[in-house]
């Protein structure tokens, strides 16, 4: 099943439970514009949309946050870890957003329009490939990280290929910016618990 990672975990000393956050909002957010591998900072809703997640997931007391290299996602880590003093975010590129190529900050309506999605735009990182790639990096992250809750900030196109991997009857999921989804393993299976809870 794509949710099983008990071949690559030791279930007594392996989290348990991971809150999975999308980064606060950026400019290019706002514009409707692909973000893909590009680096824009937070912007003032962002920054307090990564505020509002710090309060919220510090109550779950996690050990560890964890994020995407993108400054986007960093800064998001760094205001949950500041709510949940935590002295360290570390950063992991396998966390990183979907490739989106050349068309990288082009408006997604526009790509969709000429293409009828953006899964059929040419040199798009393909939709299997992310998914691949996010249930490995939760299955080594949380392997590489025993002690939880964690907290992993990453970006709307590797959460929600993560969570339709892990549940296949959640499709055409929605992330807002600044939301978090809370995982759950029991028995060496991972569920998902909360979708799409923005704080606040």
């Known amino acids: 099943m794509p949710n099983d990672t ?3 975990e030791d279930p007594n000393n392996v989290t348990g439970q991971v809150f999975l956050a999308r980064h606060g909002r950026t400019a290019l957010n706002a514009e409707g514009r692909l973000r893909g591998l590009s680096n824009p900072p937070l912007d003032d809703v962002g920054r307090e949309e990564a505020q509002r997640l710090g309060v919220e997931l510090a109550t779950y007391r996690p050990t ?3 994020t995407s290299p993108l400054q986007r996602a960093v800064s998001t880590g760094q205001a949950i870890a500041a709510y949940a003093g935590i002295p360290v975010v570390k950063i992991d590129g396998r966390l990183n957003d979907r490739d ?5 900050g082009h408006p997604r309506a526009e790509v969709e329009e000429h293409f009828g999605s953006v899964d059929a735009a040419p040199g798009v990182e393909p939709a299997a490939t992310v998914a691949q790639r996010a249930i490995a990096a939760l299955a080594a992250l949380t ?3 025993p002690r939880g809750p964690l907290v992993l900030v990453s970006h709307d196109a590797f959460n929600s290929a993560l969570l339709a991997a892990l549940d296949p009857g959640l499709t055409d999921l929605t992330q807002h910016t600044g939301c ?3 995982l759950t393993r029991v028995d060496g299976r991972w569920h998902v618990d909360v979708i799409n809870r923005v704080p606040g």
């Open 100 to 104: 989106y190529g050349e068309w990288t």
């Open 6 to 8: 008990s071949d690559a």
């Open 143 to 145: 392997s590489e990280n």
């Open 64 to 66: 560890m946050v964890i």
């Open 180 to 182: 978090y989804n809370q």
